[in-house]
């Protein structure tokens, strides 16, 4: 039977092996969801730096939560709550810093479009940000998570939020987004 990381991770955790072991199973977690984290500490609003380093930092956290020997049943949902605080507080402090532009990178990477097809792909991509822009901060948190392929309860704790409160949070966010799709 084939185990995902955080599955093994929480055997290592239940077995409390040696601290080499320890080291190696937070590493393998760390390369299997580190992008998954970097992404939504994106999504809450930081800057690209900031959110590698607050990836990184929670993973270091979690190495040494594990360390001391706390126990976590699910590491994928501890992570996830983790960077979501860490993000809120990180981002406090980056929103006196000049604001980050994302479509900076996108307009020298669009090089061989025409520019018809530049401004079209750029206003439903506009589009599209803006509806997101526009949900609700719990919408938005709830639909990036659930994007990050967590389940419903795992989102709940990470927010502090029932399962069926997620739940319609997402549904009202994909009525909003089917909107913006079928203009």
Known sequence: MWLSASERLAEVVQRKRGAATLQDEVAEFY????????RYLLTIGLHPPQAQEAAQEVFLRLYAS???GEEILNPRAWVF???????LKVRARQDAEAP?????ESRYMAGGENPESQLLRRERA??????????SEQQRRCLLL???GLRYAEIGSILGISASAVGEFLRRAMVRLKKVAHE
């Open 31 to 38: 390369v299997e969801t580190r992008e998954d984290v970097y």
């Open 66 to 68: 594990l360390k001391k």
């Open 81 to 87: 709550r983790v960077a979501h605080n860490l993000g």
């Open 100 to 104: 980050y532009d994302p479509d900076l």
């Open 126 to 135: 506009l589009r599209f940000h803006r509806t997101v822009e526009n949900l």
């Open 146 to 148: 659930r994007l990050d």
